[in-house]
């Protein structure tokens, strides 16, 4: 990468959800930029999966109960909004039969080289008869925060932080002649860290790129 031979980097930590890594930079004037600009990329610009509605039988809006489950519409909502998915296209509608009595977890949802779940113990809701429940879940790729104010009739939407960095810092070290940024990048296992690093430069490239036409 470009950026990676123009300022050096050492990977200090590096695992499925946490990444330290120091960037020496000579110029001194701009390292807080550098820092906060690849901070707000990270958070707005790189790309994951999430719910965008799901429809339940029997279930009417949001704020209803539903015979035969035990959770509401709005707990079983903010159940599927912490699941992290891996998706291998860009969407896929997911149907799904549940017989009760028994749990419905983020495991039920995974699907072989389709649909990979990283959280798979989350519970989503409880059938606590012997009721038959048909569960239809669409799952979408997107970035940053989306507000989805869209109503149906049947479907439950969802607005969803997409965004799979949960938290991303760094601290900025003066020496004499250079200057030491120690970045810390924190995911929820559906990207690697360090790729998301990468991802969020080819972000400012490409855009910067844009800028150079103009």
């Not at 790729?141 to 109503?151: A, D, H, Q, T």
């Not at 070290?173 to 360090?194: A, E, L, Q």
């Amino acid at each position: 990468m470009k950026f990676l031979k123009k300022y050096k980097l050492k990977v200090l930590k590096l695992d499925k959800y946490n990444c330290s890594f120091k960037i020496f930079i000579k110029n001194k004037f701009i390292s807080t930029d550098i820092a906060n600009i690849f901070r707000r990329i990270l958070l707005s610009s790189i790309y994951g999966y999430k719910i965008k509605y799901f429809r339940i039988n029997g279930l009417k809006h949001q704020y209803c109960y539903i015979n035969g489950i035990l959770e509401d519409a709005l707990e079983i909502s903010l159940n599927f909004k912490k699941i992290n998915f891996i998706l291998s296209n860009k969407s896929v509608l997911i149907k799904i039969i549940k017989k009760g009595p028994c749990c419905f977890t983020a495991k039920d949802l995974e699907i072989k080289n389709i649909c990979k779940i990283e959280n798979k113990k989350i519970r989503i809701f409880k059938i606590n008869s012997k009721a038959i429940f048909v569960i239809f879940i669409k799952i979408i790729k997107g970035k940053g925060y989306v507000n989805i104010k869209k109503r149906h009739k049947n479907n439950i939407y969802l607005s969803n932080f997409f965004s799979p960095i949960q938290t991303a810092g760094y601290k900025i070290i003066k020496k004499k002649s250079y200057d030491i940024i120690n970045y810390k990048i924190k995911t929820n296992g559906t990207i690697c860290p360090i790729k998301a690093f990468i991802d969020s430069n080819k972000v400012l490239f490409k855009n910067f790129g844009y800028l150079r036409l103009l």
